[in-house]
């Protein structure tokens, strides 16, 4: 009886032994590539911003049906790669933007409800020209501090500003007010144009 309590007990050992073996976690691993990684799951699922607090979720943009051509292809940035800048609203606040979609993939938005580049608005609904400011082109800030318009012969040459690379244009149509948006030194610029 002795014996058959001991290979009982050692039978039980060796399948506790086996169990807790098998119980050894794998490494968490990368859902896309399945390939092992170092990176932790997070113990709580992280809630996503709501889209009131962040108005640029993708899941919340739709190319504009209003603007036509609603899209454009330029080299913002000066890579040789063909950047896409796409006319968008913001289906929650229904604000109008620029989605620019660089050659490599990186994504910026203007507008919809976030200021644009300082200029006092934050939606574009009133764009009626939109199209590319080629490079090395030279333009200026039109308008001077008390909102008159300035011709040539009023700039100064060192106030003129050559295109480093392709820009966007956007005016109100058969009216006065837009700009020259252009990318200098990692960030967007911004020229009055009337």
Do not use: R
Not at 14 to 36: H, V, Y
Not at 45 to 50: D, L, R
Not at 61 to 86: A, F, Q, R, W
Not at 110 to 120: A, F, H, P, V
């Amino acid at each position: 009886m002795i014996n058959n309590n001991l290979l009982i007990l050692s039978l039980f050992a060796t399948l506790t032994i086996i169990s807790c073996q098998n119980d050894k976690k794998e490494p968490p691993k990368n859902e896309i590539t399945g390939k092992p990684t170092h990176h932790k799951k997070p113990s709580q699922p992280q809630e996503n911003p709501s889209p009131k607090s962040n108005p640029n979720t993708k899941d919340h943009i739709v190319l504009s049906k209003k603007h036509s051509p609603n899209t454009i292809s330029c080299d913002l940035d000066g890579d040789h790669l063909p950047d896409t800048v796409n006319i968008v609203q913001n289906t929650d606040n229904k604000k109008y933007g620029l989605e620019i979609i660089f050659g490599n993939k990186k994504v910026e938005y203007l507008g919809m409800g976030k200021e644009i580049l300082g200029q006092g608005f934050d939606d574009i609904d009133w764009v009626g020209v939109f199209e590319k400011a080629p490079k090395g082109e030279i333009y200026w800030n039109n308008v001077n501090e008390n909102g008159d318009i300035m011709s040539d012969e009023e700039v100064k040459e060192s106030d003129k500003i050559k295109l480093p690379n392709d820009g966007i244009f956007i005016h109100q149509e058969e009216a006065c007010g837009g700009g020259v948006i252009y990318w200098k030194d990692g960030k967007f610029e911004w020229i009055q144009q009337e």
